[in-house]
Protein backbone atom coordinates (compact mmCIF):
# COMPACT_ATOMS: atom_id res chain seq x y z
CA UNK A 1 0.00 0.00 0.00
CA UNK A 2 1.55 3.08 -0.88
CA UNK A 3 1.96 6.31 1.46
CA UNK A 4 2.73 3.44 4.24
CA UNK A 5 -1.26 2.55 4.91
CA UNK A 6 -2.35 6.17 6.00
CA UNK A 7 -4.34 6.14 3.22
CA UNK A 8 -8.14 5.19 3.52
CA UNK A 9 -8.23 0.99 3.91
CA UNK A 10 -11.43 0.27 2.09
CA UNK A 11 -12.33 -3.51 4.11
CA UNK A 12 -14.85 -5.83 2.37
CA UNK A 13 -17.26 -7.11 5.09
CA UNK A 14 -18.85 -10.79 4.60
CA UNK A 15 -21.71 -8.82 3.57
CA UNK A 16 -20.24 -7.67 0.30
CA UNK A 17 -20.35 -4.26 1.75
CA UNK A 18 -17.53 -2.28 2.24
CA UNK A 19 -16.89 0.39 4.71
CA UNK A 20 -14.43 2.91 4.71
CA UNK A 21 -11.96 3.40 7.56
CA UNK A 22 -9.29 6.37 8.31
CA UNK A 23 -6.87 3.96 9.98
CA UNK A 24 -3.46 4.88 11.59
CA UNK A 25 -0.51 3.33 10.44
CA UNK A 26 -1.80 -0.31 10.05
CA UNK A 27 2.00 -1.72 9.69
CA UNK A 28 2.95 0.71 12.48
CA UNK A 29 -0.33 -0.82 14.32
CA UNK A 30 0.43 -4.46 13.98
CA UNK A 31 4.06 -4.42 15.15
CA UNK A 32 2.92 -2.38 18.26
CA UNK A 33 0.35 -4.57 19.24
CA UNK A 34 3.00 -7.76 18.73
CA UNK A 35 5.52 -5.95 20.21
CA UNK A 36 3.49 -5.40 23.20
CA UNK A 37 2.76 -9.36 23.49
CA UNK A 38 6.60 -10.00 23.36
CA UNK A 39 5.93 -12.18 19.88
CA UNK A 40 8.75 -12.54 17.71
CA UNK A 41 7.28 -12.34 13.83
CA UNK A 42 7.38 -15.87 13.82
CA UNK A 43 4.83 -16.44 16.79
CA UNK A 44 2.66 -14.17 15.85
CA UNK A 45 2.14 -15.38 12.11
CA UNK A 46 1.82 -19.02 14.16
CA UNK A 47 -1.09 -17.30 16.28
CA UNK A 48 -2.79 -15.36 13.51
CA UNK A 49 -2.68 -18.74 11.14
CA UNK A 50 -0.38 -16.30 8.47
CA UNK A 51 2.51 -16.52 6.69
CA UNK A 52 5.63 -14.70 8.26
CA UNK A 53 6.24 -13.07 5.18
CA UNK A 54 2.92 -12.25 4.80
CA UNK A 55 3.30 -10.72 8.58
CA UNK A 56 6.37 -8.87 7.48
CA UNK A 57 4.80 -7.47 4.35
CA UNK A 58 2.16 -5.96 6.36
CA UNK A 59 4.15 -4.64 8.96
CA UNK A 60 6.38 -3.02 6.64
CA UNK A 61 3.47 -1.41 4.77
CA UNK A 62 4.48 -3.72 1.22
CA UNK A 63 0.93 -5.60 1.18
CA UNK A 64 -2.92 -4.43 1.52
CA UNK A 65 -4.48 -7.31 3.59
CA UNK A 66 -7.42 -9.14 2.64
CA UNK A 67 -10.44 -8.85 5.48
CA UNK A 68 -9.84 -12.46 6.10
CA UNK A 69 -6.16 -11.99 6.72
CA UNK A 70 -7.78 -8.94 8.68
CA UNK A 71 -10.05 -10.67 10.85
CA UNK A 72 -6.94 -13.53 11.14
CA UNK A 73 -5.07 -10.86 12.54
CA UNK A 74 -7.05 -9.36 14.75
CA UNK A 75 -7.88 -13.19 16.50
CA UNK A 76 -4.37 -14.16 16.77
CA UNK A 77 -3.83 -10.71 18.87
CA UNK A 78 -7.59 -10.73 20.55
CA UNK A 79 -8.63 -8.04 19.66
CA UNK A 80 -11.75 -7.23 17.31
CA UNK A 81 -10.78 -6.11 13.61
CA UNK A 82 -11.74 -2.35 13.95
CA UNK A 83 -9.26 -2.04 17.24
CA UNK A 84 -6.63 -2.74 14.32
CA UNK A 85 -7.31 0.70 13.05
CA UNK A 86 -7.76 3.01 16.50
CA UNK A 87 -5.38 3.83 18.92
CA UNK A 88 -5.25 2.64 22.84
CA UNK A 89 -7.35 4.55 24.65
CA UNK A 90 -4.90 5.23 26.92
CA UNK A 91 -2.01 6.30 24.62
CA UNK A 92 -0.02 8.92 27.48
CA UNK A 93 1.19 7.05 30.48
CA UNK A 94 0.24 8.77 33.80
CA UNK A 95 2.64 7.61 35.71
CA UNK A 96 1.08 8.29 39.12
CA UNK A 97 2.43 6.26 42.47
CA UNK A 98 1.60 6.55 46.22
CA UNK A 99 3.63 4.02 48.19
CA UNK A 100 1.77 3.74 52.28
CA UNK A 101 4.31 2.11 54.68
CA UNK A 102 2.87 -0.29 57.10
CA UNK A 103 0.77 1.71 59.56
CA UNK A 104 0.87 4.59 58.17
CA UNK A 105 -2.49 4.27 56.28
CA UNK A 106 -5.16 6.94 57.29
CA UNK A 107 -7.25 5.30 60.03
CA UNK A 108 -11.10 5.10 60.60
CA UNK A 109 -12.51 2.88 62.95
CA UNK A 110 -15.93 1.69 62.93
CA UNK A 111 -17.71 -0.96 65.51
CA UNK A 112 -17.11 -3.75 63.32
CA UNK A 113 -14.00 -2.57 61.39
CA UNK A 114 -11.11 -0.44 62.18
CA UNK A 115 -9.99 0.59 58.53
CA UNK A 116 -6.40 1.73 56.91
CA UNK A 117 -6.92 3.60 54.01
CA UNK A 118 -4.12 2.79 51.40
CA UNK A 119 -2.76 5.01 49.00
CA UNK A 120 -4.33 7.73 50.53
CA UNK A 121 -3.01 10.77 48.75
CA UNK A 122 -3.71 9.89 45.20
CA UNK A 123 -7.04 11.76 44.18
CA UNK A 124 -9.63 10.77 41.36
CA UNK A 125 -8.71 7.11 41.84
CA UNK A 126 -10.54 4.64 40.29
CA UNK A 127 -10.48 1.90 42.98
CA UNK A 128 -10.44 2.50 46.76
CA UNK A 129 -8.12 -0.02 48.52
CA UNK A 130 -7.62 -0.51 52.54
CA UNK A 131 -6.54 -2.99 55.10
CA UNK A 132 -9.34 -3.58 57.86
CA UNK A 133 -9.47 -5.42 61.27
CA UNK A 134 -12.32 -7.29 61.74
CA UNK A 135 -13.61 -6.37 64.87
CA UNK A 136 -17.36 -7.83 64.44
CA UNK A 137 -18.08 -11.54 65.65
CA UNK A 138 -21.32 -11.76 64.84
CA UNK A 139 -23.45 -10.62 62.02
CA UNK A 140 -26.09 -9.38 64.90
CA UNK A 141 -23.21 -6.85 65.31
CA UNK A 142 -23.96 -5.21 62.10
CA UNK A 143 -27.28 -2.74 61.46
CA UNK A 144 -28.05 -5.05 58.33
CA UNK A 145 -26.62 -5.61 55.07
CA UNK A 146 -23.42 -3.17 54.15
CA UNK A 147 -24.05 -2.52 50.45
CA UNK A 148 -22.42 0.39 48.11
CA UNK A 149 -21.72 0.34 44.24
CA UNK A 150 -19.12 -0.84 42.37
CA UNK A 151 -17.25 -4.26 42.48
CA UNK A 152 -15.03 -5.32 45.76
CA UNK A 153 -11.94 -8.08 45.97
CA UNK A 154 -11.03 -8.99 49.74
CA UNK A 155 -8.50 -11.36 50.59
CA UNK A 156 -7.61 -12.54 53.99
CA UNK A 157 -3.80 -11.51 55.47
CA UNK A 158 -4.42 -12.90 59.08
CA UNK A 159 -6.78 -14.98 60.89
CA UNK A 160 -10.13 -16.59 59.98
CA UNK A 161 -13.31 -14.90 58.42
CA UNK A 162 -17.02 -15.75 57.57
CA UNK A 163 -18.05 -13.88 54.56
CA UNK A 164 -21.72 -13.52 54.74
CA UNK A 165 -23.58 -12.70 51.46
CA UNK A 166 -27.39 -11.77 50.36
CA UNK A 167 -27.82 -14.40 47.94
CA UNK A 168 -25.16 -17.55 48.69
CA UNK A 169 -23.90 -19.01 51.41
CA UNK A 170 -21.72 -17.87 54.23
CA UNK A 171 -18.10 -19.31 53.53
CA UNK A 172 -15.48 -19.09 55.63
CA UNK A 173 -11.93 -17.94 54.66
CA UNK A 174 -8.26 -18.49 56.04
CA UNK A 175 -5.08 -16.67 55.42
CA UNK A 176 -4.38 -16.04 51.57
CA UNK A 177 -7.93 -16.70 50.32
CA UNK A 178 -9.69 -14.21 48.88
CA UNK A 179 -13.36 -13.48 47.21
CA UNK A 180 -14.55 -11.10 44.55
CA UNK A 181 -17.97 -10.05 44.68
CA UNK A 182 -20.69 -7.59 43.51
CA UNK A 183 -20.87 -4.79 46.37
CA UNK A 184 -24.22 -3.92 45.71
CA UNK A 185 -25.35 -6.88 46.50
CA UNK A 186 -25.66 -7.17 50.79
CA UNK A 187 -22.35 -8.60 52.59
CA UNK A 188 -20.53 -8.71 55.94
CA UNK A 189 -17.77 -10.18 57.37
CA UNK A 190 -16.97 -11.50 60.76
CA UNK A 191 -13.64 -12.77 62.39
CA UNK A 192 -14.37 -16.22 63.62
CA UNK A 193 -10.33 -16.78 64.83
CA UNK A 194 -9.16 -16.06 67.72
CA UNK A 195 -7.48 -13.44 67.21
CA UNK A 196 -9.29 -10.44 64.94
CA UNK A 197 -8.36 -11.57 61.48
CA UNK A 198 -7.06 -8.95 59.08
CA UNK A 199 -7.74 -8.37 55.82
CA UNK A 200 -7.26 -6.46 52.20
CA UNK A 201 -10.02 -4.83 50.56
CA UNK A 202 -9.92 -3.40 47.50
CA UNK A 203 -13.23 -1.49 46.12
CA UNK A 204 -14.19 -0.32 42.66
CA UNK A 205 -15.05 3.70 42.43
CA UNK A 206 -16.83 3.62 38.80
Do not use: C
Not at 9 to 28: D, F, Y
Request: glycine share 6%; hydrophobic share 35%.
Amino acid sequence: MSDKQTSIIRIARESGAETHVEPLNLGERVRDLRKSRNWTLEQAAKQAGLARSTLSKIENGQMSPTYEALKKLAEGLEISVPQLFTAPSKAQVNGRIAVTKFGEGEAHATATYEHELLAGALTKKQMLPYRATVRARDVSEFNGWVRHDGEEFLYVLTGVVQLYTEFYEPVELRRGDSAYYDASMGHNVVSTSAEDAMILWVTSLT
